[in-house]
């Protein structure tokens, strides 16, 4: 079975540049979300979608970051403009509901880097 | 609110030894609880869980058991191998959210 899949996988790009990261979740699942993981924050939830509509975007760093889950097969994280302190790793993950028995199923992750 | 507390790494183990992790969890109600392994270059995978008091989630040769009272979900290894050097996440499930804890880095040495 496909697990979840995000891409790039890797992103290099100067600051000021938009940076759009790509998910697609576990056929069936109706819980999506997004992470960031660095080394000194270690893992933090951005953003969460159930059934395609945001339940809480708390998490979101500040305005250059968006995202939007257009159907239940795609989202996309964006950042822009970029900026240095954004380089991170950043994972998507998705369940099938947000019932707290239900374990997360994460992608490999695409690692930002900006100069 | 919802908080997960696991020990600070890095562990650094000999192959064969005993692993013990632990983690506390500080929740309203009744949490499922999960352990998270993260290999180099990977997301995170589920390892085990356990949904209620009592349970005893396993896998891998690796077990936690949910402790009502003591708000704790540990997880033990009787004998590692190198091929379990990772980072290692507790995780509690609230409401429409988890919660994970910072992560506990295992190197296990030959």
């Known amino acids: 079975d496909a697990g979840v899949i995000q891409s790039p996988r890797h992103e290099v790009t100067e600051m000021g540049q938009e940076v759009t990261l790509r998910c697609k979740p576990i056929?069936?699942?109706?819980?999506l979300f997004w992470y960031r993981q660095t080394m000194m924050r270690g893992l933090e939830l951005l953003i969460y979608?159930?059934?395609?509509?945001?339940?809480?975007d708390s998490g979101m760093p500040e305005d250059r970051f968006s995202a939007k889950m257009p159907n239940a097969s795609f989202s996309t994280l964006k950042i822009q403009p970029s900026e240095p302190r954004d380089s991170a790793v950043y994972f998507c993950?998705?369940?099938?509901?947000?019932?707290?028995?239900?374990?997360?199923?994460f992608g490999d992750g695409t690692r930002l880097s900006i100069l | 609110g919802d908080s997960v507390t696991q020990m600070e790494g890095p562990v650094t183990l000999s192959e064969e030894a005993f692993l013990t992790i632990n983690c506390t969890y500080t929740?309203?109600?009744?949490?499922?609880l999960f352990w998270y392994v993260q290999y180099p270059g990977e997301g995170l995978q589920l390892l085990l869980k356990a949904t209620k008091a009592d349970d005893k989630g396993s896998n891998k040769g690796f077990e936690a058991t949910y402790r009502k009272e003591t708000t704790s979900f540990h997880l033990e290894k009787g004998s590692v191998q190198v091929s379990d050097s990772a980072v290692y996440f507790c995780?509690?499930?609230?409401?429409?959210?988890?919660?994970f804890g910072i992560g506990t880095k295992l190197q296990v040495i030959p």
């Open positions: 056929s069936g699942h109706n819980s």
């Open positions: 929740a309203t109600g009744y949490p499922s």
């Open positions: 979608f159930n059934n395609n509509v945001p339940i809480d």
């Open positions: 995780a509690q499930g609230g409401y429409q959210k988890v919660t």
């Open positions: 993950a998705s369940s099938l509901s947000v019932r707290s028995n239900q374990p997360q199923h």
